[in-house]
């Protein structure tokens, strides 16, 4: 995710409580801009739509490939509920705590 000269970065420390940043997909990728003056010194915060639902392990084979499922179509897909997700500047992550991070986040 990029805007202007910074590639932003999705933490798991901005993450509701069970979401982990392996199961964030974007649904509306427009950026806004969050007002967070206390956050890094004012750094450009932006946050964009998202959703969560985490990969349902019968969406793959026992070798580890994406096989899909025609039986059930909901496997892996997002939940339908959508929220504002916050994505700081990259070289800012791993600065509050430790934790996984995510640059590349899949669309839906």
Known sequence: MERGPLVYAIEQVDQEPGVTVDDLKI???ALSD???????GGIPVVTFEGTSRPLDPRAYSTNG???????????????????AIA???????????????????PEV
């Open 27 to 29: 649904t509306r990728p």
């Open 65 to 83: 490939t994406a096989t899909g499922s025609a039986a059930d179509p909901t496997i892996g897909r997002p939940s339908p509920d959508s929220y």
């Open 34 to 40: 969050l007002d967070a003056p206390d956050l890094f």
């Open 87 to 105: 994505a700081i500047p990259y070289f800012l992550w791993a600065n509050r705590h430790v934790g996984p991070m995510k640059v590349w986040i």
